[in-house]
């Protein structure tokens, strides 16, 4: 983790000042209510993720791996889109549980090309498609996909982006599809557990509308985009995945 030769190399992150930098302006953005940076935005996604994943990667890899196995990803034919992907980390666990899998990769246009270099590490580059651009603004199609996973991006978007998004992904996904949340999840009157709390406050300092979300909240948000079943699944992290069931 910290050998930079290594594959699973962690430091890159800590070597940029811009990540530190902004918890010494915390007060100043709790008074204002204004961030010091706007990571979600395309270009300042496009420097700052290319980072970030390679991080997020290493740490992730066995929790991803853990939530294939609890969404049973061996189905036959199985389509999946991997919503802001990053490294591909999510999507890859269920191309490595499900061989006849094809996934979507979805991401910034200056993203796709790290994603592609860890489906080539992983051999799975082959059961792969494309689709660059905005998540706010690509066409997921209709009836089009068996599960959308959102690994770790409903924090930086916020909630009024995010609940459109499920909305529309309601529409792409097949009767009886699921879209899973990833994220850091607070319980309901936000007292803990301190990381998804603290997580909050990183929000705060990097996103203008970023936020950790309660389950509550989660479950309102699925409910009104259509979803008929919200449950969730143990992975062994900070917080279950959400799921939640289009009726067949």
Request: with cysteine; hydrophobic share 40%; glycine share 8%.
């Amino acid at each position: 983790y910290l050998v930079r030769e290594s594959p699973d190399y962690m430091g890159a992150l800590m070597e940029h000042d811009d990540f530190w930098e902004a918890w010494g302006h915390l007060p100043e953005a709790i008074r204002s209510g204004q961030p010091l940076h706007r990571v979600e935005t395309q270009d300042a996604a496009e420097q700052f993720f290319p980072i970030l994943v390679r991080m997020l990667h290493a740490l992730q890899r066995d929790r991803a791996r853990q939530a294939a196995q609890a969404l049973g990803a061996g189905k036959k034919g199985l389509r999946v889109v991997d919503v802001a992907c990053g490294s591909g980390v999510w999507g890859i666990a269920i191309a490595e549980a499900n061989p006849e899998a094809r996934i979507t990769a979805q991401d910034f246009p200056a993203m796709l090309p790290v994603t592609q270099e860890y489906l080539k590490r992983h051999g799975v580059e082959e059961r792969y498609d494309f689709l660059p651009g905005d998540l706010k603004q690509v066409d997921f199609g209709n009836d089009r996909y068996d599960l959308a996973l959102l690994g770790n991006i409903v924090h930086s978007e916020g909630e009024r982006s995010s609940r459109e998004l499920l909305q529309r992904l309601y529409r792409a996904l097949r009767s009886g599809g699921r879209v899973v949340i990833i994220d850091m999840i607070p319980n309901d009157d936000r007292t803990g557990p301190p990381f998804p709390v603290f997580f909050a406050l990183n929000m705060l300092l990097n996103t203008e509308q970023g936020d950790t979300f309660t389950l509550a909240e989660y479950t309102r948000w699925l409910n009104e985009a259509g979803f008929a079943r919200v449950e969730t699944a143990d992975i062994g992290a900070h917080s279950p995945l959400i799921i939640g069931t289009k009726a067949g």
